[in-house]
């Protein structure tokens, strides 16, 4: 078990931004071992996959799409809009996508492809479960958080009871009916694979299983739900 110090969490302190950039960090190099394995996108992005696909329009345009309509979700459930965690979410998702751009460039002088197909799936479930750790560690900080990130969160406390599992794929259901929209248009289901499999049956319980194991004194703070 990972401890953090005795510091009160619920202060804004320099141990609690460190607890920020390493998740980020950890989320991103967690990203870019996936995106390098080739071995399926997580939901969200596989979705803006499929509809890249289906509409011909830029990847990139359309992540950004699927983060502003988590926005807009947010705002519906939350019934407010709160301007800071607006910011907060656009300055995330705009940092975050460079952190994982370079990052996969970092893992690009990697032998990934000389790996056997078993020690590729294990490498590519270990991102996954890094994924999962940055996500719970930078939700319980709830700094600033990626829209996708804070609808499940708002969903787990809002909707839930707290159950991370149930959340996270209460929040997966919306990504899961776009790729299915698109399969209508193209016949065809792009980036999908055993990452994303894992990552639609385990994830929200790993996020559950890191509020408890990793800097176990690190609690929910500042939720605003």
Known sequence: MIKSTSVPTHNRSTLTLLYFIFSIILNSLGNAITVSLNLGSALWTAAAVNLSHATSWPLSWLLFAEGF????????????????RILGNVIFMSCFSYLVGLMVKMLSFLPFASLNVFARIILDCFGIVLIATAISIYQRVNLMLHPCDDLMQIMRFKLCGGNSTKAQLLSFALPITAILLTLLVTRRVYAINIGTLFSLAFQGYLVGWADQRIFSRLKHQNLRI
């Open 69 to 84: 309509f988590a926005i807009a979700l947010n705002v519906m459930l939350l019934k407010r809009i709160d301007l800071r």
